[in-house]
């Protein structure tokens, strides 16, 4: 079946300006993931979605960054007055029920690149 | 929160030899391993995981280990080949947390 797909897949803007993310989980996954992954380094986890819940933002690294989950399906991720140091590359992912032992499916991921 | 730590951050191998990469986490509460592959441009795939109940766990030509004491587990892979070079993050859960490594780029020299 589909994977997990992220749109665009690659973004460049300048900085200050907003930017916003997609990720399209896969169909019956119930719970869906952001991670950053800056060059050269490990995935940073930013947010979390299960369900109808409230999303754990714990990760998310200033208020300029948001995220909404519409109907339990596809997600965006948001980032308002985008500077350099957010230049990444933005990686969602889904899970079927979200447990700690639940295997996490990663899209291809939206590089995006902040002049 | 849960913290895990992978070395090498580099290795290079010669084809056909073995490559080790291990990770330590802070969390005795763990209990959910798993290890992924990326390929340069790639997302993150799955390649094997471990769960805190078990002690090893061998998929052909790849094994993990878990040393749940010592809080330490390893990614092996035996008889490398080409299409094995990557970078492999290992991670670890606190219920439904990944916290993952820094990351082992893997080169297997032809």
């Known amino acids: 079946g589909a994977g997990v797909s992220q749109s665009p897949s690659n973004k460049v803007t300048e900085k200050g300006k907003d930017v916003e993310l997609r990720c399209d989980p896969i169909?019956?996954?119930?719970?869906l993931y952001w991670y950053r992954q800056s060059l050269g380094q490990g995935l940073e986890f930013l947010i979390y979605?299960?369900?109808?819940?409230?999303?754990?933002k714990s990760g998310l690294p200033s208020d300029r960054f948001s995220a909404e989950r519409t109907g339990g399906s596809v997600s965006t991720l948001t980032i308002q007055r985008t500077q350099q140091e957010d230049s990444a590359v933005y990686l969602c992912?889904?899970?079927?029920?979200?447990?700690?032992?639940?295997?996490?499916?990663f899209g291809p991921g939206t590089r995006l690149t902040v002049l | 929160g849960e913290n895990v730590e992978q070395h090498p951050s580099t290795l290079s191998v010669q084809e056909g030899d073995s490559a080790v990469i291990k990770c330590t986490y802070s969390?005795?509460?763990?209990?959910?391993f798993p290890w992924y592959k990326q390929e340069l441009g790639k997302r993150p795939q799955l390649i094997i995981d471990?769960?805190?109940?078990?002690g090893e766990k061998k998929d052909q030509r790849i094994a993990v280990t878990l040393n749940k004491t010592a809080k330490h587990f390893s990614l092996h892979i035996t008889e490398t080949q080409p299409e094995d070079s990557a970078v492999y993050f290992c991670?670890?859960?606190?219920?439904?947390?990944?916290?993952f490594g820094a990351g082992t780029t893997v080169t297997v020299r032809a």
């Open positions: 979605f299960q369900g109808n819940s409230a999303p754990d």
């Open positions: 991670a670890a859960t606190l219920g439904y947390k990944l916290s």
């Open positions: 969390d005795s509460a763990s209990n959910y």
């Open positions: 992912a889904s899970s079927p029920q979200g447990t700690g032992a639940d295997t996490q499916y």
């Open positions: 471990i769960r805190s109940n078990v």
């Open positions: 169909s019956g996954h119930t719970a």
